[in-house]
């Protein structure tokens, strides 16, 4: 019996398939991941992402901590509302989580991981006993995520007092909905938002929902749509040991103003000299077998890596995944499926975009 | 709830088999399909193939986990269901029918007493259930 979010009763309701996930009772499925995924590829589902932790930071020197706390700078975030995606750092440049923070009225918002969230709130506060700063996490709000290229158009119809301030948010902007928060950002390649407002309210959000005929999506379809959309998964394509520049997280860190000094600079500086070991890049496989983590690549005259997340993608109909190479790998490598080698091309992730394939093979 | 057609005997591993005359046709159960969620690939064995009890006679696959299939019964591989190179998901929506697999035609039709009933079945996964 794990942690439940207020949606629980609901889940069941809609005849999920509970599992574990990191100590909560979440759904997989809700009959068929893979039509699940569909419905957000081609119209529009909901997500249920209330097991995520959401920390408020406020006070005189918020601004000032997150800039030391984080890779990528806060300071980006010139209008209320708007947000980005970093690293968490740890000393040596591993990382620690990824996030998305959003600036608001009073401070700022960040969103971490689920799996994390003891470790988080703890680096958090020890690294901001040096800050006049506060830290209040939210149990008490519940996440949807609301996705797929009929989202804006759905959340409008049900939320028509906001249709205005909704249409007007751009990607990577959130806005205050009286007690709700809206932001336009999501873990699947696709429109839409990501919805924070109190539990008590969520069930009654959740069936409205329903009944306007927007599917529930489970953690299931979740995977294959990050994976597809080229997302990382913390845990898997990138933990404590492995720096963002070896896990297509470069483009997150900010290196601009020179004078900002943030935890886990100097060893990625440091890396960035030494030269990089390994990269995170896209594979495919084209034959009736599905790549998994772990499996091993094999890089003929140059070495051997490993694949961190792997999975079916149904909008391709072929299985796709993110692996760690040697930085000089390049073309056509081989992945070690039980005891067979597989011959696999190398992509640049994401492998979908707008519902279609966007590599070349 | 998993499904246990009575007319059906069953391997441990999951397999059921339908005879009729000398020749069994194969699957994978209800529980079975439940477990894997939604298949992806379906690797069948080749039409002529001959097989002991107890051979791999082919792979399943699903987004969550790859799983062999094994012969119930030794024999030769009469026909395959080539419906699933296309729809694998078959096996999900309909394990005991549409879902078929492979039939083979028994050479030793004995070998059907090793296996377990409906019921033997049904025990043996709430005993793992426990």
């Known amino acids: 019996m794990g942690n439940k979010t207020a949606l629980y009763d609901q889940h069941l309701a809609c005849g999920a398939k509970m599992v574990d996930f990191s100590g909560w009772d979440m759904p997989i499925h809700y009959g068929s991941q893979i039509q699940e995924h569909k419905s957000v590829r081609e119209n529009v589902g909901v997500f249920d992402v209330s097991h995520m932790t959401v920390v408020d930071v406020s006070g005189q020197e918020a601004k000032t901590y997150l800039q030391y706390l984080l890779a990528n700078d806060v300071d980006k975030l010139t209008t209320l509302g708007k947000a980005l995606y970093t690293a968490m750092l740890n000393p040596q440049g591993g990382v620690i989580d990824d996030l998305i923070v959003y600036r608001r009225i009073d401070g700022y918002r960040l969103v971490v991981n689920c799996a994390t969230r003891e470790k988080d709130l703890q680096w958090m506060r020890q690294q901001a006993q040096a800050f006049s700063v506060s830290l209040i996490e939210r149990p008490d709000l519940a996440i949807l995520a609301i996705q797929g290229p009929q989202a804006i158009q759905k959340i409008k119809m049900l939320c028509p007092q906001h249709q205005a301030a909704i249409e007007a948010l751009k990607l990577f902007q959130g806005t205050d909905l009286g007690e709700w928060f809206i932001a336009r950002t999501g873990y699947t390649g696709e429109d839409g938002v990501e919805l924070m407002l109190p539990n008590v309210e969520v069930s009654a959000f959740w069936q409205r929902l329903m009944e306007s005929g927007v599917a529930p999506i489970g953690l299931g379809a979740r995977d294959t749509l990050r994976l597809e959309a080229g997302m990382n998964l913390y845990g898997a394509d990138m933990n404590e040991s492995i720096s963002p520049l070896e896990a297509n997280m470069a483009w997150t860190i900010a290196w601009e103003p020179q004078s900002r000094d943030f935890i886990g600079k100097q060893a990625l500086l440091d890396e960035k000299t030494k030269g990089l070991k390994y990269k995170l890049v896209g594979l495919v496989l084209e034959a009736k077998c599905v790549l998994r983590a772990h499996q091993r690549v094999l890089v003929s005259g140059v070495g051997e890596g490993e694949i961190t997340s792997g999975t079916f993608s149904p909008t391709l109909g072929y299985s796709i995944a993110l692996a760690r190479v040697p930085f000089a790998t390049q073309g056509h490598v081989e992945v070690e499926i039980r005891d067979k080698l597989f011959p696999v091309k190398v992509v640049q992730p994401p492998f979908v975009r707008n519902g279609k394939k966007v590599f070349d093979l | ?130």
């Open chain 2, 1 to 130: 709830m998993s499904e246990f057609p009575v007319e059906l005997k069953f391997l441990p591993s999951h397999e059921w088999v339908r005879v009729e005359g000398d020749v069994v046709t194969v699957g994978i159960s209800d529980h079975a399909q439940e477990a894997l969620g939604d298949l992806v690939f379906v690797q069948l064995p080749d039409v002529g193939a001959e097989l002991h009890a107890s051979d791999e006679a082919g792979v399943v696959e699903s987004v969550k986990a790859a799983s062999d299939i094994y012969s119930p019964v030794s024999g030769v591989v009469i026909a395959v269901n080539d419906d699933l190179e296309e729809a694998p998901e078959l096996v999900n929506r309909d394990p005991y029918h549409d879902g078929w697999i492979f039939k083979i035609k028994m050479e030793d039709p004995t070998e059907l007493d090793d296996l377990l009933s409906a019921s033997a079945y049904q025990a043996q996964l709430a005993e793992e259930e426990d």
